[in-house]
């Protein structure tokens, strides 16, 4: 297996999903936590970067890898993989990153919480009422602000979405990813079109790494 330099996981998406595809797996997380914290109650701080969470991740990938709808960005599924340049800022109130590439069929945008790029220092927990950047609604929210800023704001939210890849600064990176496809159709802007089939696609990342 390759080793990944990982720039973003999202320990929400794969719990949840972890807890669906193998129970015995999340039982025995959830015993070996609560053993933790009476044994040595900072114990879950410190496994939560840990080995397990990767481990807890490649078991997710593998399941949609064998029995998912996992496509391409070309040709997506319910689940994307895809390896490609991509530029990426933190949005919003920086409670969100926003990573923006392209091949020469889609457009891609993929965002989440900020809270999991890894490296970022734990602060204060976010208000109960306030939505995760990983619901469509708050992330379209999110992106069309940068663009209403630059004068080029557009309701429509594929439009939104190729906005938002256009106000993104700094080195384009390549990534590899694996995303949950959330919005997915035809590029509103005829300027763009190539032959007739360029589409928009956004996604809410399981996890970014980087490539060498």
């Known amino acids: 297996m390759s080793v990944r330099y990982y720039l973003y996981v ?13 129970p015995a797996y999340a039982r025995k997380r959830v015993t070996e936590f609560s053993i933790g914290l009476t044994v040595a109650g900072a114990k879950r701080t410190v496994e939560a970067v840990g080995p397990d969470r990767f481990t807890r991740l490649e078991r997710v990938l593998r399941h949609l890898e064998d029995h998912a709808d996992l496509g391409t960005v070309d040709e ?58 990983s619901v469509p609604p708050v992330l379209l929210d999110r992106l069309a602000a940068p663009a209403q800023q630059d004068g080029t ?27 949950k496809r959330m919005l997915y159709g035809p590029c509103p802007y005829p300027e763009l079109q190539r032959g007739g089939d360029m589409a928009v696609l956004l996604g809410s990342p399981l996890y970014v790494a980087l490539v060498d």
Do not use: C
């Open 10 to 22: 999202s320990d929400a998406k794969v719990d949840m999903m972890l807890a669906q595809i193998d």
């Open 76 to 133: 997506p599924g319910q689940y994307v993989h895809g390896v490609l340049p991509m530029q990426w800022s933190v949005i919003g109130d920086g409670d969100t990153v926003y990573f923006g590439g392209r091949t020469e069929r889609t457009v891609v945008g993929l965002g989440g919480s900020a809270g999991h790029v890894l490296g970022t220092v734990a602060g204060e927990p976010p208000p109960q009422t306030r939505l995760s950047a």
């Open 153 to 179: 704001g557009d309701p429509d939210a594929l439009a939104t979405v190729v906005q938002a890849n256009g106000v993104l600064r700094g080195p384009a990176q390549t990534v590899e990813f694996v995303a």
